[in-house]
């Protein structure tokens, strides 16, 4: 039973992209579950909150999974979720997540896919509100005298997920990459994989020179390098979003994962 973390030096660098495709390369001839913890950005439909991440996962896993029990704490605002939790009074805890986790790890897949959201040290708030003394002030952690938070890779930490880090190439991309890596690795987390992902349509300036300094940089394998593919084709056709995850599921060399 293996399960990996998804995250991205950023929002919007093709998390949940590599994520369909990975699910769709991996459901060939495995049992695949998807989790997308924490969503923010959501449409209120028949009273459930429903994220677009969540039901593009729900389409290519094979678990038979509905989109709550793949996406368990959802706000409808798109925002950064503790700030959204906090605006509800409410708050995301470790303890919340790591029980929606074992829901779906009950499922026994062959793989868990976990999409994150954000980037890597995506705050989940403050570590508990009980802790916060009477007279209000915050909770200060004496190391850094800033007050004591929660991330969602404290979760990926506790969980022992494996990370395959996704790589929005961009100008700036070489920064965001290393520095995520290297905050992984200091972590105390297993980063097994990285994939280079072009986002967007305009392709950044050596671009092929940009994915061999990474190669470079980074000492894990780059299991896959997805172009940019543009809604309409060459020949003037359009191009569904399962047509292009099954085009980049074609790109993936699973094997390192799968050791
Ligand atoms: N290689 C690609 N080709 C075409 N569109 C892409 C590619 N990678 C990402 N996108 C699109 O870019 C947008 C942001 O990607 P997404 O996977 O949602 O990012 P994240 O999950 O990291 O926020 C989405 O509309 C997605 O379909
Ligand atoms: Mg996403």
């Known amino acids: 039973m293996k399960q990996f973390f998804i995250t991205a030096t950023d929002t919007d660098a093709g998390k949940t992209f590599a994520s369909c495709a ?27 909150l429903i994220n677009e991440d969540a039901k593009l996962l729900s389409k290519f896993a094979n678990c038979e999974q509905s989109i709550t029990h793949i996406n368990p704490i959802a706000f409808k605002q798109p925002i950064a979720p503790h700030i959204a939790a906090k605006k509800e009074n409410t708050q995301i805890s470790l303890t919340q997540l790591t029980h929606h986790f074992d829901k779906v790890k009950s499922l026994n897949a062959d793989i868990t896919l976990v999409e994150g959201a954000g980037g890597w040290r995506l705050p989940l708030g403050q570590s508990s509100l009980d802790a916060l003394p009477q ?78 300094e990474l190669e470079l940089l980074l000492p894990i394998p780059k299991i896959a390098q997805f172009d940019y593919i543009a809604d309409i084709d060459e020949e003037g056709h359009e191009v569904s979003f399962y047509q292009k995850i099954n085009l980049a599921a074609q790109h993936i060399n699973l094997a390192p994962l799968l050791v």
């Not at 001839?29 to 028949?46: N, T």
């Not at 992984?184 to 940009?210: H, P, R, T």
């Open 135 to 212: 007279d209000g002030n915050e909770t200060l952690n004496d190391e850094n005298k800033r007050p004591a938070y929660q991330f969602l890779s404290d979760f990926v930490k506790a969980s022992k997920l494996q990370v395959i880090l996704i790589v929005n190439m961009k100008l700036g991309c070489l920064n965001h990459a290393l520095l995520t890596y290297e905050t992984i690795k200091a972590d105390g987390v297993d980063c097994i994989a990285w994939i280079a992902n072009c986002a967007v349509g305009e392709s950044m300036n050596n671009l092929s020179e940009n994915i061999s």
């Open 22 to 48: 990975l699910i769709h390369a991996l459901t060939k001839d495995k049992k695949v579950a998807a989790f997308k913890p924490i969503s923010a950005g959501c449409e209120l439909i028949d009273g459930v």
